[in-house]
């Protein structure tokens, strides 16, 4: 037979996974040995192939992955043909095989690193590869279509796994069990009698590419939701506590919550007369301008808007977040309302609004607060007897010539700063308990007259619960004299000359009762 030249050195990789069919125009020693040694073999690669190893060079029990024999026991053997052969020199042994003669010392420098070992002999990589080309069953990397493929559905899932989810938490599982279905695939493929190659490299960044994408646009959606939500929220809340929820979203429990709360109701006195002197659009204009005038004073104390009712405003204080503050936010805004009224009364007459005047009801107690309503419309509101309360207190203003009342329950929180005046012992419409009612005058310390007026009042008023009319007549007297257009003062007064010569029956109670709302 006719020698065959072949190259023999393999690729010049740092770690050995490729074998190259043809070095320099010429067979390896791999595609050479393989095509004499069966009838029709099959065509070595045109390209290198990846190269499928069956095991280390020799495993931690001694046994070797391709058979070994001594090239001195061989030739010792061949040079004494008259004795017998070693058993594991027998002619069968070699028989139609194909013999590679390697060396495998470390000092024939013909050792390489592969992804088995790193001192794995250069002539093993050899056998490696014709046992591959005999068998076919080279490593054989999935075709691209089928890596484009897989590497499309990852990203997919691990895309829609970023987006569709709400919480942060939930958005990163989906890609990284992509990730992992990847790797576990790869693995799986790699693990087959017959080596498949899923090339990781490409569908992980694509996946990684994939998560990244999802979050900056979950983040830049829910961003945009958010400057949404916090404009609409800021409609009805001040921006201190839009702001507040947006930090801490878990902190608005939506529902039928019970709270103490404080309520306020606002009403233009004779707003229904002025209605009819004025067109439509004149009307409009002058309310929208009142409107937003009351509710930036509302907002500035942190309130929460409910509803406009015509020219009446309702809002209320300690939700959607806690303030253990409320009663005193809720007197602090009244209080700015009625200043804030004074201040645009020029702009009120240029509308077509003369002396306008607000009253003011102010209560607190438990309250249901949450979103009411029905399937197709719903408002963010309070109910209970303490709302219907406030409500009824700001229309019993009205008995009295006074601007702001509150309630008993909202005094004993806020007396200590505030100029309070006890007005009376009502009973309201609707309710069937009396209490005692207060007005809300001014804030501590900055007013002397008034604090004189509110002490001076309360005195008469103990000696009109006294039934002692001609003193309660004489101190009401001298009052009216200094504050000659103070409401509750003239009210009282009447009362007292009314029961000087209609005195009341044995079982009075000194509780006014009203007649309306």
Same mark, same amino acid.
């Given at each position: 037979? !006719? %020698?065959?030249? $072949?190259?023999? /050195?393999?690729?010049?990789?740092?770690?050995?996974?490729?074998?190259?069919?043809?070095?320099?125009?010429?067979?390896? +020693?791999?595609?050479?040995?393989?095509?004499?040694?069966?009838?029709?073999?099959?065509?070595?690669?045109?390209?290198?192939?990846?190269?499928?190893?069956?095991? %280390?060079?020799?495993?931690?029990?001694?046994?070797?992955?391709?058979?070994?024999?001594?090239?001195?026991?061989?030739?010792?053997?061949?040079?004494?043909?008259?004795?017998?052969?070693?058993?594991?020199?027998?002619?069968?042994?070699?028989?139609?095989?194909?013999?590679?003669?390697?060396?495998?010392?470390?000092?024939?420098?013909?050792?390489?690193?592969?992804?088995?070992?790193?001192?794995?002999?250069?002539?093993?990589?050899?056998?490696?590869?014709?046992?591959?080309?005999?068998?076919?069953?080279?490593?054989?990397?999935?075709?691209?279509?089928?890596?484009?493929?897989?590497?499309?559905?990852?990203?997919?899932? $691990? $895309?829609?796994?970023?987006?569709?989810?709400?919480?942060?938490?939930?958005?990163?599982?989906?890609?990284?069990?992509?990730?992992?279905?990847?790797?576990?695939?790869?693995?799986? +493929?790699?693990?087959?009698?017959?080596?498949?190659?899923?090339?990781?490299?490409?569908?992980?960044?694509?996946?990684?590419?994939?998560?990244?994408?999802?979050?900056?646009?979950?983040?830049?959606?829910?961003?945009?939701?958010?400057?949404?939500?916090?404009?609409?929220?800021?409609?009805?809340?001040?921006?201190?506590?839009?702001?507040?929820?947006?930090?801490?979203?878990?902190?608005?429990?939506?529902?039928?919550?019970?709270?103490?709360?404080?309520?306020?109701?606002? !009403?233009?006195?004779?707003?229904?007369?002025?209605?009819?002197?004025?067109?439509?659009?004149?009307?409009?204009?002058?309310?929208?301008?009142?409107?937003?005038?009351?509710?930036?004073?509302?907002?500035?104390?942190?309130?929460?808007?409910?509803?406009?009712?015509?020219?009446?405003?309702?809002?209320?204080? /300690?939700?959607?977040?806690?303030?253990?503050?409320?009663?005193?936010?809720?007197?602090?805004?009244?209080?700015?309302?009625?200043?804030?009224?004074?201040?645009?009364? %020029?702009?009120?007459?240029?509308?077509?609004?003369? /002396? @306008?005047?607000?009253?003011?009801?102010?209560?607190?107690? %438990?309250?249901?607060?949450?979103?009411?309503?029905?399937?197709?419309?719903?408002?963010?509101?309070?109910?209970?007897?303490?709302?219907?309360?406030?409500?009824?207190?700001?229309?019993? /203003?009205?008995?009295?010539?006074?601007?702001? @009342?509150?309630?008993?329950?909202?005094?004993?929180?806020?007396?200590?700063?505030?100029?309070?005046?006890?007005?009376?012992?009502?009973?309201?419409?609707?309710?069937?308990?009396? @209490?005692?009612?207060?007005?809300?005058?001014?804030?501590?310390?900055?007013?002397?007259?008034?604090?004189? +007026?509110?002490?001076?009042?309360?005195?008469?008023?103990?000696?009109?619960?006294?039934?002692?009319?001609?003193?309660?007549?004489?101190?009401?007297? $001298?009052?009216?004299? !200094?504050?000659? !257009?103070?409401?509750?003062?003239?009210?009282?007064?009447?009362?007292?000359?009314?029961?000087?010569?209609?005195?009341?029956?044995?079982?009075?109670?000194?509780?006014?009762?009203?007649?309306?709302?």
């Amino acid at each position: 037979i !006719d %020698p065959v030249f $072949a190259a023999a /050195n393999v690729t010049d990789e740092g770690t050995v996974r490729t074998y190259e069919p043809t070095v320099h125009g010429q067979p390896s +020693l791999a595609a050479a040995a393989v095509a004499p040694a069966i009838p029709n073999p099959r065509p070595a690669p045109p390209a290198p192939f990846l190269l499928h190893y069956y095991g %280390p060079y020799r495993a931690a029990d001694g046994r070797f992955t391709f058979d070994y024999l001594s090239a001195a026991d061989v030739l010792g053997a061949a040079l004494r043909l008259d004795h017998p052969l070693p058993t594991d020199l027998s002619p069968s042994r070699l028989k139609d095989k194909i013999v590679l003669v390697g060396i495998i010392a470390a000092g024939g420098f013909d050792l390489k690193s592969t992804p088995l070992s790193d001192q794995y002999p250069g002539v093993e990589i050899h056998a490696t590869a014709i046992a591959n080309l005999l068998r076919g069953d080279a490593v054989a990397p999935l075709t691209w279509p089928v890596a484009s493929a897989l590497a499309f559905i990852a990203s997919l899932i $691990a $895309a829609v796994g970023g987006i569709l989810p709400r919480r942060v938490m939930f958005k990163l599982p989906a890609g990284l069990l992509s990730m992992a279905a990847l790797i576990a695939l790869a693995i799986i +493929l790699f693990r087959r009698t017959d080596i498949l190659w899923l090339p990781l490299a490409a569908p992980l960044l694509a996946v990684a590419l994939s998560i990244v994408g999802a979050m900056a646009h979950s983040y830049l959606t829910e961003d945009r939701q958010r400057r949404v939500a916090l404009k609409a929220l800021g409609q009805y809340v001040s921006p201190t506590v839009a702001d507040a929820i947006a930090r801490d979203p878990d902190s608005l429990k939506l529902g039928g919550e019970r709270r103490d709360m404080t309520v306020m109701f606002t !009403d233009i006195a004779g707003f229904t007369d002025l209605s009819e002197t004025l067109d439509v659009e004149k009307l409009a204009t002058l309310l929208n301008f009142y409107l937003d005038q009351m509710s930036d004073v509302v907002l500035e104390h942190d309130g929460t808007l409910d509803k406009y009712v015509g020219d009446a405003i309702m809002s209320f204080w /300690n939700a959607p977040l806690p303030q253990p503050d409320h009663a005193l936010r809720a007197c602090r805004a009244a209080l700015g309302m009625a200043a804030r009224e004074r201040d645009i009364q %020029p702009r009120l007459r240029e509308l077509g609004a003369k /002396n @306008m005047f607000t009253r003011i009801g102010v209560n607190t107690g %438990p309250m249901s607060v949450g979103n009411m309503g029905s399937t197709r419309k719903f408002n963010y509101t309070v109910l209970g007897d303490s709302v219907n309360l406030g409500s009824r207190l700001e229309g019993a /203003n009205k008995f009295y010539g006074t601007r702001i @009342m509150i309630a008993q329950s909202t005094a004993d929180l806020v007396a200590a700063h505030f100029i309070l005046r006890r007005l009376d012992n009502l009973r309201v419409k609707g309710k069937l308990q009396p @209490m005692a009612v207060y007005e809300l005058m001014a804030e501590s310390g900055v007013d002397d007259n008034l604090a004189d +007026l509110a002490q001076r009042y309360e005195a008469a008023f103990v000696l009109y619960r006294e039934q002692r009319w001609s003193d309660a007549a004489a101190a009401l007297s $001298a009052l009216l004299a !200094d504050h000659p !257009d103070d409401g509750p003062t003239r009210t009282l007064f009447a009362r007292v000359e009314h029961f000087a010569h209609d005195p009341p029956p044995t079982d009075w109670d000194g509780v006014y009762v009203a007649k309306g709302k």
